[in-house]
């Protein structure tokens, strides 16, 4: 996770489309925390053709 004053970035290095689905973001702080549900969706890259005519 990196964070700056006004923001906060998490990178996962290795996810799969398994990994998609519903995940719940918790921010706190001094003030109180926040809960956000939101839908990661994960894409891959398509594979290569199969069964081709020409």
């Not at 109180?32 to 939101?38: E, S």
């Given at each position: 996770i990196e964070s700056t004053d006004t923001t906060s970035n998490i990178t996962v290095p290795v996810c799969l489309r398994t990994h998609s689905g519903r995940y719940t973001i918790t921010a706190k702080n001094k003030a109180?925390?926040?809960?956000?549900?939101?839908r990661v969706n994960v894409l891959d890259v398509p594979g290569a053709p199969r069964e081709l005519k020409v």
């Open positions: 109180g925390q926040k809960h956000v549900n939101v």
